[in-house]
């Protein structure tokens, strides 16, 4: 048997400057999640302020597992879109902006 290392997860850094646009949209902002690590990552760096307004609007996630760790992490308008396609998570998030949730 021979191993074969494909990728490495690494961290990434976010700069405060996304943070910073995220913080200035006036249109509906929904969230997508596909990672339980990438979620984590990016709430460790997330401002508290836009913290909270995002977790007051609506998030898009790819599986069950996800649901209940954005759950857990306080957001309550959360869907769950048919897989984690990227067509698939468009569609949630647009339905969830026509139920009024952006």
Request: charged share 25%; glycine share 4%.
């Given at each position: 048997?021979?191993?074969?290392?494909?990728?490495?997860?690494?961290?990434?850094?976010?700069?405060?400057?996304?943070?910073?646009?995220?913080?200035?949209?006036?249109?509906?902002?929904?969230?997508?999640?596909?990672?339980?690590?990438?979620?984590?990552?990016f709430?460790?760096?997330?401002?508290?302020?836009?913290?909270?307004?995002?977790?007051?609007?609506?998030?898009?996630?790819?599986?069950?597992?996800?649901?209940?760790?954005?759950?857990?992490?306080?957001?309550?308008?959360?869907?769950?879109?048919?897989?984690?396609q990227?067509?698939?998570?468009?569609?949630?998030?647009?339905?969830?902006?026509?139920?009024?949730?952006?």
């Amino acid at each position: 048997m021979v191993r074969a290392d494909v990728y490495r997860r690494e961290r990434v850094d976010i700069r405060r400057s996304r943070f910073a646009a995220l913080q200035r949209l006036a249109t509906p902002c929904v969230l997508l999640v596909t990672s339980g690590e990438a979620l984590a990552a990016f709430l460790d760096q997330v401002p508290a302020a836009l913290a909270l307004r995002l977790a007051a609007g609506p998030v898009v996630v790819s599986s069950e597992r996800l649901e209940v760790l954005v759950r857990e992490a306080g957001f309550a308008r959360v869907s769950r879109a048919a897989s984690a396609q990227p067509a698939d998570l468009l569609a949630a998030a647009a339905h969830a902006v026509d139920r009024g949730f952006g």
